[in-house]
């Protein structure tokens, strides 16, 4: 009986979570011309005005490879920051620190008004340069946590045995730590690439026309258009973001398999 | 298809507004008829695009002066919705193709962020649709916009009243308020009194707000307040506010995009709302049951204006000088009910189309033109007491 009542509980919790974000998709397919409630019928209309028309496959494309750049850039960074701020031991570590993971806590409107005044000057707004630069700013935190994280299941005694064993200390980093921190890399990577691919508040400033997003272009659509193809599109991410998580989900999970399963005969 | 399309809106147009009977099935049906038949046509026929940018009901451009070719882009900011694709079909498609110069499009023009692009150097777009007093307004603080070339404008046809050292005048539009036909019972608002009576007209309404580069319905105000039409200019600001004041209760929304109040009264999130003829065109040609009202409402006319600075400066001059041909004027018009300032445009459109423009006589009589003058002195003061009569 209390295990019923449980379940409901959860059940209406997770209804009324979720509910706000499904809702989007039956509207997606709805046949009326303005955005209505319910929707009077059903008609792919909507996703074919979003294939249809060039803006926002250019907004799509363009969110698509700045992501794709912010991935890269950010892994490429904040997988040795990592190690660093794990394995190293250097005075005012807590300060650094506190400063990768800094723009996780500032208000993302102060980063982007900040970030706008700094590359007006280099004349860099409206141009897509200018958002992978930012949006690595803010993705690099979340690779620094994942990996972090993943650090801290790597047992040193492996590297030690590694070393001890003759490998240079980057044949230890690429043959040993690397294969074992890698779902921790990947899930940063996810984290960074969605970090970049929904986000708003820069893109707001420093899309100019020219390098518009997809979040801009639905913000300016919704301001100014208000036609179910934002309906569209939102059903769309929810997909591709939802797909992403899960892989992350995945990723992690077999990081923990993996870490509970390699060193059987070390444990003691 | 057994009628044209044309003749198709028409007997819509006369018929009593019972739209909402129009119902899904008759759209399931048209689309059906139309769109399949568009659409197969549009997909065979791509590949065979002539320059000539026909279409039904559409005058063709057929070619343009030398002088308006070019290459590169030009960055243009309009309102969206329903005038952005009407303005889309008929200025920028034929633009590019006829000249080679690409059009990037947004929304959104605001002076206030005119004035912040270019103190800044970061000018977002290279030519806006404003108001000329807008233009005016921010000419006044400083050197905002680039001079309009003249040369290359088909200045024979254009009435010197429409062209500003800085802007261009190139949309007759008119600002009236519109009805839910089915909120009041059969009966029907006639004058801006009626908008002010929420006794004989209750329900919630929506109106133009000052932010975002509009400016609130003053003189709506002034005239439902009970001041005669001829007495409205010059403005008197606080009597003005004060009429707001009355009504302030009933405004359940200040509107700052123009899809707004249209998507609002097809919702029936609101009974009554101002907005731009247009805008309330398209919303009833998608079947909503919404109506407009004409009697003292105002005459406006947009402009087109470069920012100093801008990037594609020249390719913009090409671009408005293009758009206030008579080809692309009579293109709009014949899509979205708007006026035209190129005289030349007036015989490429039919009969008709021309009854139901701002402009044509019967309409234009009931309207009280817009004092431009009086505004681009006034835009600031007006939008200082605006932010204080919100939060009162």
Redesign the interface.
Known sequence: MRRAALAATMALVLAYLVFPILIVVPLSFSSAKFLSFPPPGVSTQWYAAFFGSDAWLSAAWTSIWVASGVTVLAVLLGTPAAIGLHRGRFPGRGVVRALFLSPLIVPGIIVAIGTYFVYARFGLVGRPIALVLAHTCIAVPFVVINVGAALHGVDRRLEQAAQNLGASPFATFWQVTLPLIRPGIFAGAVFAFITSFDELLIALFLSGSTAVTLPRRMFDQIRFDIDPTIAAVSAMLIFTTTGLMLSAELARRRAERRRTRSVPSLAS | MTESLSERLRRLAAAAPHVADFG?RQ??RDAARYGMAAAAMAVLTRHLAMPAFAADDMPAVKSIPDKLKGRGAV?V?S???AL?DAQRKAYFKPFEELSGIKV?????PDPAKVKAMVD???V??DVGEFDRASVINLEKKGDYWEPIDYSLFDTANIDAAFRYKLAVDMLPYAQIYAYRTDAFGGKVPKNNADLFDTKGFPGPRAMQSGSGGLTPDLEIALMGGGVPADKVYPIDIDKAFASLKTIKPDVVKWW?????P??ML??NEVVLATAWSGRIFA?QK???PVRPVWQDQLLRTDAWAIPKGAANRENAQKFTAFITMAEPQARLSSLIPYGFVNNAAAELLSADRLAILPTSPDIKKQLLIYDTAWWAENTDAVLAKWNSFLLD
Do not use: K
Not at chain 2, 104 to 108: L, N, T, V, W
Not at chain 2, 256 to 260: I, Q, Y
């Open positions: 899904r759209l399931i960055r900011c309102y969206g919705g952005q990037i499009e947004s929304e959104g800044s150097g970061t977002e777009f700052t995009a123009g899809a707004m249209a998507q097809t919702d919303v998608a079947g909503a």
